[in-house]
């Protein structure tokens, strides 16, 4: 088989980049380890920026997200019983959107299939070969039967715990870790949101996130330790110690349920640098991990991608390699700087084991500031709303 881009992963960096490099002309094979179904059935975050929006609207995706999508102006803060709004339309001028990432996932998919461009699920033991060369290509097993696909290019768009990041050499890579002492107890309930906006909640007893997927169907998180099981956390422990995190005006009106999911994340950030070697490119999670507080995940995998289809589209078009040449730094550039704004946004509103007095006023400091300065209510909603790609 032979194909101009071999994309590995059909996640969210993978599909939308497949789909904006056929709009192109560009032809692509997606190798997925899982099952469609699988993928479609993970929960994520469901915070769009403007540029992800702007992107799907470009790859002609972006249909259902206009008439689903909830466009939130501004987001609220709580600290014990203290509650403010950001405003971001009135800051920056853009909103954001609400819209579930596995949504975008499934609109993406039902794109590809429309296009007829091949994806190859449960392709098992996938390997690059000689990505540092001018023939790369990449092989896998298939119902017992080994593929092998010469291609241009590689696209690493397989997330944390796939092969690209690790076929670049270690002594070319530079890793760069911070490992949260905490994580996020999860729970999805068919109940009406408490607010029409998130409520990022930070209290002496800990962090609480209330988000929403639709009118019916909320998500809600708690900061909780690493050692705690989600068996530990019944509903209705959880929704008591969800009370107890938010101001009290809003715990009144919360509507509580059951679960139709629960699960428990660990928080890290993380970088790979470069996000390129030889023919090798990679996108989205197989690069960076941030702290889902500031719902950069799936935002900065946009850029990625906008990034690199840019490039290739350039070299194909007879533009020559700078876009590609110039791919990892420009993404980079972005990258961390969504870093700094989760590792800042979770430092500011979550309770550290052995947290000193004096750290503590400073996260107080830094709460009065941001509610009561517009110069800093801006700073934060301009990186909330996403910096300009
Ligand atoms: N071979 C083929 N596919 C693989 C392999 C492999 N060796 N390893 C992983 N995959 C697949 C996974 O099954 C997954 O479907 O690659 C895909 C990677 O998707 P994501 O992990 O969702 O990463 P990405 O597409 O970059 O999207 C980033 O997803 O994890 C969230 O918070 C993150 O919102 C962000 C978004
Ligand atoms: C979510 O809805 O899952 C969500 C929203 C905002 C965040 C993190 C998660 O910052």
Not at 293 to 298: E, P, V, Y
């Amino acid at each position: 088989m032979r194909t101009q881009v071999a994309i590995i992963g059909g996640g969210p960096s993978g599909l939308l980049l497949g789909r904006l490099l056929h709009r192109r002309g560009i032809n692509t094979v997606i190798l997925e380890r899982r099952s469609k179904a699988h993928v479609l059935g993970r929960i994520r975050a469901g915070v769009l920026e403007r540029g992800l929006v702007a992107l799907l609207t470009e790859a002609g995706v972006s249909e259902r997200l206009m008439r689903e999508g909830l466009r939130h102006d501004g987001t609220l803060l709580s600290f014990d019983d203290t509650m403010f709004r950001v405003d971001f339309v009135g800051a920056t001028g853009h909103a954001v959107t609400v819209y579930g990432q596995t949504e975008v996932t499934r609109d993406l998919y039902d794109a590809r299939e429309a296009d007829g461009a091949p994806t190859l699920f449960e392709a098992e033991d996938v390997a690059i070969h000689d990505a540092d060369s001018d023939t790369p290509f990449v092989t896998c097993t298939r119902g017992g039967e080994t593929l092998r696909i010469e291609c241009d290019f590689i696209a690493g768009c397989d997330g944390f715990h796939g092969v690209s990041r690790t076929t670049i050499p270690a002594d070319r890579r530079r890793e760069f870790e911070k490992v949260y002492p905490f994580g996020w107890l999860g729970i999805l309930s068919e109940t009406p949101p408490v607010n029409d906006e998130l409520i990022y909640a930070s209290s002496e007893r800990g962090f609480a996130l209330c988000s929403m997927r639709n009118a019916n169907l909320s998500r809600y998180y708690l900061q909780c330790s690493l050692e705690e099981r989600v068996e530990d956390w019944s509903d209705e422990a959880f929704w008591e110690e969800l009370k107890r995190r938010m101001p009290a005006d809003q715990a009144k009106r919360l509507v509580t349920g059951p679960s139709v999911e629960k699960s428990i994340a660990p928080l890290r950030s993380f970088v790979s640098e470069p996000m390129r070697w030889g023919r090798l490119f990679l996108c989205g999670d197989a690069a960076h991990i941030v702290p889902p507080t500031g719902a950069k995940g799936l935002n900065l995998a946009a850029s990625d991608v906008h990034y690199l289809h840019e490039g290739l589209a350039d070299h194909y078009a007879g533009r020559g390699m700078d876009g590609l040449d110039a791919y990892s730094a420009r993404a980079l550039s972005r990258v961390w700087k969504a870093e700094r704004f989760s590792w800042w946004f979770t430092t500011l509103t979550h309770r550290f084991p052995g947290q000193t007095g004096f750290d503590r006023r400073m996260q107080e400091a830094e709460i009065d500031l941001l509610r009561t300065n517009a110069a800093a209510q801006a700073a934060m909603a301009e990186n909330y709303v996403g910096l300009p790609y």
